[in-house]
Structure formats: structure tokens, C-alpha cells
């Protein structure tokens, strides 16, 4: 039996989710924060993860951006396999939302039409849509809206099967430590391991979603996670990369089959202002 | 410490790295496409719209401000990627440039010799960073949108000194101090 939903519906929908996720960081989030604060030992380092948390609190008050950088809006839509869908084009629909979103919102528009001709488009659109097909009749709709300094710190890299685990660890820890301070620490590292190229880096940027304390399902993940948070955070790096002892708040990796050929890895960063929003209609 | 704007040589020239500083007074916000701008302008032998001498460029592209409020969500961008062009501005007169994150190596080799600071705001702060601004309005590039030129008064805008006119970084000093790998 489908269920037939009218596309216009989901533009209130993505209006509400992108002010919410700008203004809002959720109590996981902060939670996360506030204990980086008891743990940090560098002076200057807690110092920012206090304003950090003053400014995230202020933001949520005042129903202001918590960051200037409101971020390309990435939007991820689960769509149950028995919804049926009614009316104009979906992905028109869904930039409506996130139009009006950013423009009721007041806030930043921060894309250009062309990366090479780099007019803005004053609308914050077009978002990136990630569509996944699911069981049942329900659409969850789900907005991230990712900063520049985090997003363009991203790396890829296809390691050969042989260098394993040690080669993923190397890669990360390599890139970690040349990014120094640039994505906003404390971030959150999130670690596609396999699929495709593009398979691989998707990975990375759903595993940010993953809250915070929650490790990998598999044993063989979770451990990495938890040695790759340790040696992450003893590089020193420190919130905004002034020196300390958080630097990440988390590691999530994800995992998938690939080719006999390849050991895909893919980085993805999450700045300390970790905004996601979700509904399901 | 407190300190007014515009800074002056030896004011600047007195801040060492990690002093913490409460910014009064005038600022620009300048940042990608403004200095992509400049430099242009620059090349083709015309004047800078706006003279810098003395001034303090906050790299950075705030929010849209919300009725009733005086400025919409503002704090520091990425620093490196205005490094191509911070010599330009320290020959322009620039004596300040508040940003977040590390620099390139040849900027500690500029502040030294233009005598200028690098001073850290914090990236992600941007809601609290409303609180210290008094007004703000565009002066130049308007076309630019959130990236346009912006005049805005600090009030007691706080900040911490990131490169010193010795040349000396807080992020080398201070990272391995708890360097533990």
C-alpha cells in the first residue's frame, strides 16, 4: 500500500529544520562541549570552550546563528519505499525550503552559482541532496548545514589493501596534524573505510551525525575510534588549534565492502558547531 | 588589556603573543572576494577605496542582522586563505588582521618586518560576538553581499595575539606544550 505525499509539503518542513539547526545546538552536542570544558587542561583552551558554550546558549536564546557560517545546506532525505510522491519536482521543492529557511532565518548566504565564476546565489541554494531509500511509508528529513573551515579541511585518499589498518591510522593522524587548528576544534572526525570514492567520502559525512559517545556497532571499529580519539587528542592541537588537550570531541567510522583492489579512507570534519536537525512526516 | 582603534605602530609593536586583548573603536571587515578586489584595483595602478593605514581588517562575513538587533552573527574566518594578499595590505598601511587558525610560514616573516599582528578571534563564537559590536555598515563592494567591505565599532571585541611584530607564533608555543605524541 503507497502513501501519497504532496512534494510542497516538506518547504515548511526544511524552512523550520534549517532555522533550528543554525540556531540550535542540540543538549548532545553541548553536553559534549561542557565536559571537552572540565577536561581541557590548557588555560586558553578552556577559556574558548567557555565562550564556545556561553555563545551557543546566547544563540539558542536569542534564536540567532550560533556561526556566522550557516554553511552549504546539506539535506538527507530517507524516503520510505512505500511513499508515492504528488505534485512539482521535489528537489525544486526542497530548495524553496531551504530558501525561505535562509531567508526568513537571516542568514548567511554563503553559495555561488558557478565555483569558478563565484556570483552568489543570495539564497543559500542550491542544497546537496542525499536521497536513501528505506523500508515502510515515512520520510525523514534531516539538515546539516556545514561551515567552509570544516568542510574544506576534508581529505580522501585510496590507501593500498596492504598498508590496512596501520595505513588508515597514519592517513588520519597525517591529516589531522596538517590541518592544525583550521576546522574549529573541537571538531568531531568523521571516517568513511571502503566502498567507492564517493561511497567512501558519504560515509564520512553521515558518520558526523552519529551522536557524540556512540561508538561503531563492530568491535573492530569501535576500537579504532577510541585509539584514534586518544592519539588525536594528544597532538595537541587544542580548541581553535591554540594548544590542548581536546582537540576532538569524537571519532565515528564507517564501514563498507569494497574492491579487492582498493582500501578507500575518506575525512570528513565537524567544526564545534555541530548543527543538524531532523524531522519525519 | 584594553586597547582603542585605530592601533598605532608602537602599540602594536608592545603585544606579545598569548596577551589577551578587549578591542574599542573602528574596524573593517575584509575577506576573500574584497581582497581579490583590492588587489585588482591595485594592479590596475587606481587607489584602494578605503585607506588603511593604521587599520584592522576582521576577516570576516557576518550573518544578515534581524530587526531590532544591531549586527547578525559575526566571528573570524580561515586567516590562510588571505594569506596571498596580506603583504598587499601591510603596504596599504594595515597594521592588524584578526582571523582564526594557523598562517603560512612566510606570515610571521611579514609581521616582523611590517610590524603588524596576527590577533585570534574564536571560530564558532559568532552569537556572543554580537554582543561587542555597537553598529556596522558597508562602506565599499556592496554588490558582494555578506563578503562586502563593512566599517563596525568593537566594544571591548575580545581577542588574543596570535603572531607578534617579533615574529613569534602562539599555536607553535603553545601546541607543544601539550604535544604528548
Known sequence: MSRVIRTDVIIPVLERLVKKACYELDDNVMGALRCAYKAEQSPIGKDTIEILIKSAEFAKKEQIACCHDTGTCVVIMEIGQDVCWEGDSLGDQINEGVRRGYETGYLRKSMVADPLERMNTNDNTPAVLHTEIVPGDRVTITVMPKGGGSENMGAFKTLLPGEGMEGVKKFVLDTVNSVGGNPCPPYILGIGVGGTMDHCSWMAKKALLRPIGERNSKPLYAKLEEELLTKVNDLGIGPLGMGGTITALDVHIDYYPCHITALPVAINFQCNASRHAAETI | ?181
Open chain 2, 1 to 181: 588589556m584594553d586597547l582603542t582603534l585605530p592601533l598605532t605602530k608602537e602599540i602594536v609593536k608592545s603585544l606579545k603573543i598569548g596577551d589577551v586583548v578587549y578591542l574599542t573603536g573602528y574596524a573593517y571587515t575584509c575577506r576573500d572576494a574584497a581582497h581579490k578586489r583590492i588587489q585588482n584595483t591595485l594592479e590596475k595602478g587606481e587607489k584602494s577605496p578605503i585607506d588603511w593605514t593604521n587599520q584592522t581588517i576582521f576577516y570576516a562575513g557576518p550573518c544578515p542582522t534581524k530587526p531590532g538587533k544591531t549586527t547578525g552573527s559575526i566571528g573570524p574566518t580561515t586567516a590562510l586563505r588571505m594569506d596571498p594578499f596580506a603583504e598587499m595590505m601591510f603596504q596599504q598601511g594595515m597594521v592588524a588582521m584578526i582571523g582564526k587558525g594557523s598562517r603560512s610560514d612566510f606570515i610571521p616573516a611579514l609581521c616582523k618586518e611590517y610590524g603588524g599582528v596576527y590577533l585570534l578571534g574564536i571560530g564558532g563564537a559568532s552569537a556572543i560576538n554580537t554582543k561587542q559590536i555597537k553598529s556596522i555598515e558597508v562602506v565599499e563592494y556592496e554588490d558582494l553581499g555578506t563578503e562586502s567591505i563593512k566599517k563596525l565599532y568593537f566594544n571591548r571585541f575580545r581577542v588574543i595575539v596570535g603572531i607578534d611584530t617579533a615574529g613569534d607564533v602562539l599555536q607553535t608555543r603553545e601546541i607543544q606544550k601539550y604535544k604528548r605524541l
